[in-house]
């Protein structure tokens, strides 16, 4: 066995990138604040942040420990032979030895690197007051080491109104890739902060253990209230339908330049006739006489585009009268009361934030309470004290029937006004998540698990073997500290035994994070052509860091920036394109971002109207914004914005494409997802030939930053002018390095 | 005429109404009916009017009317959602007509059938032809020329 000194893991440093240096401080207590101490028997344990690997599970002897006798558990850990500095690395797990496996699935899932849930860590943050079992020694190696700053500040009151929010990244693998949002929306009662994630299906288990859904029940209530309706008559009648009848049929033959036809005509009389019937009715109301009225008038507009022609109708509404009325509503009723130490949560509908984007001051507001409908299911918990927090799981939403993209969808939200910035992130503790911003340390772990998927190196030889030996590293640690710590442990119930071994749990996870780094790194870098991680982590083109561009946090891959010239090449006179037709491009450039369909919403941008199967949402692609590959000669029209050198994309790890129209489906189990046809090899995508192929990145793009295209397309001269003002007005020059007015053209420019 | 016009013509007099019975194109219109290659249908949707082939000839842009809601404004599309769409055929063969249909072997291996309307999607196309007298004749436009990847407006 090892000692567990620090000098005894100094020869697994990691190198030599400099960046994923050992997190050095210790797990935190669950529920204590960073720097404040814990008495115990074993001493004080921890500041700091709490490690990396919070979201990694518990060796199957410490999940045991919750229900079997104390010492017979702990006796089974230490007989396991081996420690931590005798597993060589990464020795056992040459590509001969290791036959292919398939870590990553190609679907949308989290990184291939992620290791699956289980409930016993579930309780982390249970139970604060448990005594730490650390020792004096331990204390003594934690104050001598540095703490790993995070990769990304947390705003302690994120930028009200700001559309996209402030993208962070935490660490762990709760999250896919790593990050969160947060956004504060306006709102009369003060900012609306809330962090916005998605959370990963290895992670689930966890958060859902975090919580008591006693079930519900539906019950009537009766509300008051008003409703917008036909009159009665008019149903009666159908002078509405007959009305839209003979609209339609005329607005088609002034739409389509046609001769007005004797079937519009005749539909014409068939409303006259009805609306004329009731205006010389005695005996109706005056409301039916004015709802008579309102369609008359619309008819005689009709007859008259039916004798001149002209430009096509106005839109025409129907007769409506406002009216309060009681109406019977649904709601859902708990059937218990939750269990004690958990969450309450209630099931509903799934929903979406409905916010809205002022176009005028660019500003997101919302109160919230709006929201709009969603097809699926999610939860609403109770967090206490003004706080809450919506999740949407994987397993309620079955992905052939319910909305893909919000699958894992998870939202924080704290009581109205500023300022929570940083326990929006902490808070995340009490669903049993990591809440502790990601360090470089962790930064290179998702790195690496972003790269093996974006390459599909999953399948590489030697693959499993250094994730096996990487988890092995940790249950090995595990161990080694539970031996350390052996004589205090004995003394504990069940209970605080169950909390000091979570704690181990981290702190060996935190440990051993740089080892499984480097386990990793070397087969990377073998089963992408290097000698060895060496040789990888010096190469230029390995950036385990995220691109931070303003709006979006991305990661890219060491296939392309290390291969720049390559792609470049390999693109050579094609381009990609996004085109929003006749839309608004100044409004558009106004946000500064293309987002996806999931992005919009958040910012307040769309109706939330509508549902459908071949919806993006469905397929998962509305967690993305759609790209085409064009020939760079291709005159692009009007509304199009224009990537002439692809690489600047192609660098991120993020995307995937299809040649041809597959609806972004990244959801294996709808009908257009298809496995043989997806791809992320940005060379084969440069290949793309069909008019209908489509390259999704996640998120979106930052119109304004690095990721700026190379030629926006205006459809005039006045939209150019317009645009050029407002970027003067907000000191924007450059785009890309180029100067805008060389950015913007317009059509007739190409 | 050559089976290439034929199937051409079909498909235009599908999407404009002119097998029309009642003497308004107005009255009927095109739905697609996409099938997977179990067999198993995948889509079934009303088509909007218009439609525009690819410069390649090996396919057409189509906008499936998807998205539709009837929500407190009256019935209303999301244009997001109701997006354009490709129909694109394999080399091998070329869409043919069977019956009344126009039928395309996709590349995705999936069979597409564009037929005439009927039923829930005749009466879709209907609130479509409505919904679309909201529009401004820019928007309606820019509907027309199938050239957008996103919609930026309104009803998005």
Same mark, same amino acid.
């Given at each position: 066995?090892?000692?567990?000194?620090?000098?005894?893991?100094?020869?697994?440093?990691?190198?030599?990138?400099?960046?994923?240096?050992?997190?050095?401080?210790?797990?935190?207590?669950?529920?204590?604040?960073?720097?404040?101490?814990?008495?115990?028997?074993?001493?004080?344990?921890?500041?700091?942040?709490?490690?990396?690997?919070?979201?990694?599970?518990?060796p199957?002897?410490?999940?045991?420990?919750?229900?079997t006798?104390?010492?017979?558990?702990?006796?089974?850990?230490?007989?396991?032979?081996?420690?931590?500095?005798?597993?060589?690395?990464?020795?056992?797990?040459?590509?001969?030895?290791?036959?292919?496996?398939?870590?990553?699935?190609?679907?949308?899932?989290?990184?291939?690197?992620?290791?699956?849930?289980?409930?016993?860590?579930?309780?982390?943050?249970?139970?604060?007051?448990?005594?730490?079992?650390?020792?004096?020694?331990?204390?003594?190696?934690?104050?001598?080491?540095?703490?790993?700053?995070?990769?990304?500040?947390?705003?302690?009151?994120p930028?009200?109104?700001?559309?996209?929010?402030?993208?962070?990244?935490?660490?762990?693998?709760?999250?896919?890739?790593?990050?969160?949002?947060?956004?504060?929306?306006?709102?009369?009662?003060g900012?609306?902060?809330?962090?916005?994630?998605?959370?990963?299906?290895?992670?689930?288990?966890?958060?859902?253990?975090?919580?008591?859904?006693?079930?519900?029940?539906?019950?009537?209530?009766?509300?008051?209230?008003?409703?917008?309706?036909?009159?009665?008559?008019?149903?009666?009648?159908k002078?509405?339908?007959?009305?839209?009848?003979?609209?339609t049929?005329?607005?088609?033959?002034?739409?389509?330049?046609?001769?007005?036809?004797?079937?519009?005509?005749?539909?014409?009389?068939?409303?006259?006739?009805?609306?004329?019937?009731?205006?010389?009715?005695?005996?109706?109301?005056?409301?039916?006489?004015?709802?008579?009225?309102?369609?008359?008038?619309?008819?005689?507009?009709?007859?008259?585009?039916i004798?001149?022609?002209?430009?096509?109708?106005?839109?025409?509404?129907?007769?409506?009268?406002?009216?309060?009325?009681?109406?019977?509503?649904?709601?859902?009723?708990?059937?218990?009361?939750?269990?004690?130490?958990?969450?309450?949560?209630?099931?509903?509908?799934?929903?979406?934030?409905?916010?809205?984007?002022?176009?005028?001051?660019?500003?997101?507001?919302?109160?919230?309470?709006t929201?709009?409908?969603?097809?699926?299911?999610?939860?609403?918990?109770?967090?206490?004290?003004?706080?809450?927090?919506?999740?949407?799981?994987?397993?309620?939403?079955?992905?052939?029937?319910?909305?893909?993209?919000?699958?894992?969808?998870?939202?924080?939200?704290?009581?109205?006004?500023?300022?929570?910035?940083?326990?929006?992130?902490?808070?995340?503790?009490?669903?049993?998540?990591?809440?502790?911003?990601?360090?470089?340390?962790?930064?290179?772990?998702?790195?690496?698990?972003?790269?093996?998927?974006?390459?599909?190196?999953?399948?590489?030889?030697?693959?499993?073997?250094?994730?096996?030996?990487?988890?092995g590293?940790?249950?090995?640690?595990?161990?080694?500290?539970?031996?350390?710590?052996m004589?205090?442990l004995?003394?504990?119930?069940?209970?605080?035994?169950?909390?000091?071994?979570?704690?181990?749990?981290?702190e060996?996870?935190?440990?051993v994070?740089?080892?499984?780094?480097?386990?990793?790194?070397?087969?990377?870098?073998?089963?992408?052509?290097?000698?060895?991680?060496a040789?990888?982590?010096?190469?230029?083109?390995y950036?385990?860091?995220?691109?931070?561009?303003?709006r979006?946090?991305?990661?890219?891959?060491?296939?392309?920036?290390?291969?720049?010239?390559?792609?470049?090449?390999?693109?050579?006179?094609?381009?990609?394109?996004?085109?929003?037709?006749?839309?608004?491009l100044a409004?558009?450039?106004?946000?500064?971002?293309?987002?996806?369909?999931?992005?919009?919403?958040?910012?307040?941008?769309?109706?939330?109207?509508?549902?459908?199967?071949?919806?993006?949402?469905?397929?998962?692609?509305?967690?993305?914004?759609?790209?085409?590959?064009?020939?760079?000669?291709?005159?692009?029209?009007?509304?199009?914005?224009?990537?002439?050198?692809?690489?600047?994309?192609?660098?991120?790890?993020?995307?995937?494409?299809?040649?041809?129209?597959?609806?972004?489906?990244i959801?294996?189990?709808?009908?257009?997802y298809?496995?043989?046809?997806?791809?992320?090899?940005?060379?084969?995508?440069?290949?793309?030939?069909?008019?209908?192929n489509?390259?999704?990145?996640?998120?979106?793009?930052?119109?304004?930053?690095?990721?700026?295209?190379?030629?926006?397309?205006?459809?005039?001269?006045?939209?150019r002018?317009?645009?050029?003002?407002?970027?003067?007005?907000?000191?924007?020059?450059?785009?890309?390095?180029?100067?805008?007015?060389?950015?913007?053209?317009?059509?007739?420019?190409? | 005429?050559?089976?290439?016009q034929?199937?051409?013509?079909?498909?235009?007099?599908?999407?404009?109404?002119?097998?029309?019975?009642?003497?308004?194109?107005?009255?009927?219109?095109?739905? &697609?009916?996409? /099938?997977?290659?179990?067999?198993?249908? *995948? =889509?079934?949707?009303?088509? #909007?009017?218009?439609? !525009?082939?690819? +410069?390649?000839?090996?396919?057409?842009?189509?906008?499936p009317?998807?998205?539709?809601?009837?929500?407190g404004?009256?019935? &209303?599309?999301? /244009?997001?959602?109701?997006?354009?769409? *490709? =129909?694109?055929?394999?080399? #091998?063969?070329?869409? !043919?007509?069977? +019956?009344?249909?126009?039928?395309?072997?996709?590349?995705?291996?999936?069979?597409?059938?564009?037929?005439?309307a009927?039923?829930?999607?005749?009466?879709?196309?209907?609130?479509?032809?409505?919904?679309?007298?909201?529009?401004?004749?820019?928007?309606?436009?820019?509907?027309r020329?199938?050239?957008?990847?996103?919609?930026?407006?309104?009803?998005s």
């Open positions: 066995m090892g000692t567990g000194s620090k000098s005894s893991h100094q020869s697994y440093a990691v190198g030599p990138t400099a960046l994923a240096e050992s997190p050095t401080s210790p797990v935190e207590l669950p529920n204590v604040p960073a720097g404040e101490e814990v008495a115990g028997p074993g001493g004080a344990v921890g500041e700091g942040p709490a490690g990396p690997g919070v979201q990694e599970p518990l199957d002897h410490a999940a045991s420990l919750q229900d006798d104390v010492d017979a558990a702990l006796e089974s850990l230490l007989q396991e032979p081996g420690s931590v500095e005798e597993l060589g690395v990464p020795g056992p797990m040459s590509a001969e030895e290791e036959p292919p496996t398939q870590i990553a699935s190609p679907e949308e899932a989290e990184p291939p690197l992620q290791e699956p849930s289980e409930a016993g860590l579930s309780a982390v943050g249970d139970d604060g007051a448990v005594p730490a079992a650390d020792d004096e020694a331990k204390a003594d190696e934690v104050d001598e080491e540095e703490t790993d700053p995070p990769l990304t500040p947390v705003p302690a009151e930028p009200v109104g700001e559309p996209t929010g402030t993208p962070i990244l935490v660490g762990g693998d709760d999250f896919i890739h790593s990050e969160a949002t947060l956004i504060a929306y306006a709102s009369p009662d900012p609306r902060e809330v962090l916005l994630t998605h959370v990963s299906e290895e992670a689930e288990e966890k958060l859902l253990d975090a919580l008591s859904i006693p079930g519900t029940h539906m019950e009537d209530i009766e509300v008051e209230e008003e409703v917008k309706e036909r009159l009665d008559l008019d149903k009666q009648k002078l509405g339908e007959l009305t839209t009848t003979a609209v049929s005329v607005q088609h033959k002034l739409k389509e330049h046609l001769p007005m036809s004797e079937a519009s005509i005749a539909k014409h009389q068939a409303a006259v006739d009805a609306v004329s019937a009731v205006l010389n009715d005695p005996g109706v109301s005056d409301d039916e006489k004015a709802m008579a009225q309102h369609y008359m008038d619309q008819l005689d507009v009709v007859k008259d585009k004798a001149n022609g002209g430009e096509p109708l106005p839109w025409m509404q129907p007769y409506e009268v406002t009216a309060t009325k009681m109406v019977t509503k649904q709601v859902a009723v708990p059937n218990g009361e939750p269990e004690p130490g958990s969450l309450e949560a209630t099931v509903r509908k799934a929903s979406r934030i409905k916010a809205e984007l002022d176009p005028e001051t660019g500003q997101s507001s919302w109160d919230g309470v929201r709009s409908q969603a097809n699926g299911t999610e939860y609403e918990i109770d967090m206490g004290e003004g706080w809450k927090a919506v999740y949407r799981p994987y397993k309620e939403n079955d992905p052939s029937s319910t909305e893909y993209s919000l699958r894992g969808q998870l939202e924080v939200h704290a009581p109205a006004g500023a300022g929570h910035g940083k326990d929006l992130v902490e808070r995340l503790e009490q669903l049993h998540l990591v809440n502790k911003p990601m360090t470089a340390a962790e930064g290179e772990w998702t790195y690496l698990s972003n790269n093996i998927q974006a390459q599909g190196l999953s399948q590489a030889a030697g693959m499993k073997a250094a994730m096996e030996t990487a988890q590293l940790e249950d090995l640690q595990v161990q080694e500290l539970v031996h350390q710590r004589d205090a004995m003394g504990l119930d069940s209970d605080d035994l169950q909390t000091q071994m979570k704690r181990i749990q981290l060996a996870a935190q440990k994070l740089p080892m499984k780094v480097e386990v990793v790194r070397d087969a990377v870098a073998k089963a992408s052509g290097f000698s060895g991680g040789e990888l982590a010096a190469s230029p083109g950036e385990p860091t995220p691109t931070t561009s303003g979006w946090l991305t990661w890219s891959r060491f296939d392309v920036t290390g291969k720049q010239e390559e792609v470049t090449k390999a693109f050579s006179g094609r381009s990609l394109t996004h085109s929003i037709g006749s839309g608004d409004g558009l450039l106004s946000t500064g971002v293309l987002a996806s369909t999931e992005k919009r919403a958040t910012m307040g941008i769309g109706s939330g109207v509508g549902m459908s199967e071949q919806d993006d949402k469905m397929t998962g692609g509305a967690n993305s914004v759609f790209l085409r590959v064009q020939p760079t000669s291709s005159d692009p029209g009007g509304g199009v914005l224009v990537w002439d050198d692809p690489s600047v994309l192609m660098r991120r790890s993020d995307y995937y494409g299809y040649n041809g129209d597959h609806y972004g489906a959801n294996p189990d709808h009908h257009n298809s496995a043989e046809a997806i791809t992320r090899d940005p060379m084969k995508i440069a290949k793309f030939y069909s008019g209908a489509e390259v999704m990145f996640r998120g979106g793009l930052d119109l304004l930053g690095a990721e700026a295209p190379s030629r926006i397309v205006c459809k005039s001269a006045g939209e002018k317009k645009i050029l003002a407002s970027f003067s007005a907000r000191g924007i020059n450059e785009l890309g390095g180029k100067p805008v007015e060389d950015v913007l053209c317009v059509t007739d420019d190409n | 005429m050559a089976a290439q034929q199937w051409q013509q079909r498909f235009l007099d599908l999407l404009a109404g002119h097998h029309s019975t009642t003497g308004d194109p107005v009255d009927t219109g095109a739905r &697609l009916v996409v /099938l997977n290659p179990d067999g198993q249908e *995948a =889509l079934r949707a009303a088509l #909007a009017r218009h439609f !525009r082939f690819m +410069d390649d000839g090996q396919g057409v842009w189509v906008r009317l998807v998205g539709g809601d009837d929500t404004e009256g019935y &209303l599309f999301n /244009l997001g959602i109701a997006r354009r769409r *490709a =129909l694109q055929w394999t080399d #091998a063969t070329d869409p !043919r007509l069977v +019956d009344d249909a126009v039928v395309m072997d996709l590349v995705t291996g999936q069979l597409a059938r564009v037929e005439p009927d039923a829930a999607e005749l009466t879709e196309l209907n609130r479509w032809e409505e919904f679309t007298d909201r529009l401004t004749q820019e928007e309606d436009l820019a509907l020329r199938l050239d957008a990847d996103s919609w930026h407006g309104r009803f």
